[in-house]
């Protein structure tokens, strides 16, 4: 199994920075994929981003939800078992509850795909 542990989060004013880190234990090399989701009070939870590597080499290939597009990026240091978010140029909008999650796929549909979550942490943007 694979075991993920979210931290960074924090509460923020509009337009400042954080950076989210995604912490993996156990068989790593079985979960090609990692994603960020994000689910704020009385919503869905979200897409935000995800990272493939096909090799142990390689540093991934990443998608990103087109409302987080030239603000955020994901990045993976595969030394250190850690996947890591930058996020810049933080909006009110961004606000949520993000959580990390893993895929045996490299090409996952959905939330649905992703076999292993961490427990989240709170991201506030606010004035």
């Known amino acids: 199994q694979v075991r993920l542990s979210e931290s960074g989060g924090g509460l923020v004013q509009p337009g400042e920075s954080l950076r989210l880190s995604c912490a993996a234990s156990?068989?790593?090399?079985?979960?090609?994929?990692i994603g960020w989701y994000r689910q704020a009070p009385e919503k869905e939870r979200e897409f935000v981003a995800t990272i493939t590597t096909i090799s142990r080499g390689d540093g991934g290939t990443t998608k990103y939800a087109d409302s987080v597009k030239g603000r955020f990026t994901m990045s993976r240091d595969n030394a250190q078992n850690t996947a890591f978010l930058q996020m810049n140029n933080l909006k009110p909008e961004d606000s949520g509850i993000y959580y990390c999650?893993?895929?045996?796929?490299?090409?996952?549909?959905?939330?649905?795909?992703?076999?292993?979550w961490g427990q989240g942490t709170q991201v506030t943007v606010s004035s």
């Open positions: 999650a893993a895929s045996p796929l490299r090409r996952p549909g959905g939330e649905g795909e992703f076999d292993y």
């Open positions: 156990g068989d790593i090399y079985a979960t090609p994929t």
